[in-house]
């Protein structure tokens, strides 16, 4: 897996802003534009990572690093 690079702290705050309002949101993962709902955002061991509600409510979790927001 590639090193990780700290997300911006606009993305940050566009992910806590999303989080708070209970909204889903666009975003490109893996090259695929997808709709999630972001639950929460954490850190482990350094890396900033996303949960989120996938388009049938499974939560999964992902680095922060590797999820692209569609503005």
């Keep these: 897996m590639n090193s990780y690079q700290r997300i911006s702290c606009e993305d940050h705050s566009i992910y806590e802003l999303v989080i708070m309002r209970g909204q889903s949101m666009?975003?490109?993962?893996?090259?695929?534009?997808?709709s999630i709902k972001p639950i929460d955002v954490t850190t482990k061991e350094?890396?900033?990572f996303l949960i989120y509600l996938?388009?049938?409510?499974?939560?999964?979790?992902?680095?922060?690093?590797?999820?692209?927001i569609q503005k």
């Design 46 to 48: 350094g890396s900033e």
């Design 54 to 68: 996938d388009d049938q409510a499974h939560q999964q979790t992902i680095r922060a690093d590797l999820v692209t």
């Design 26 to 34: 666009n975003v490109e993962i893996g090259g695929e534009v997808v």
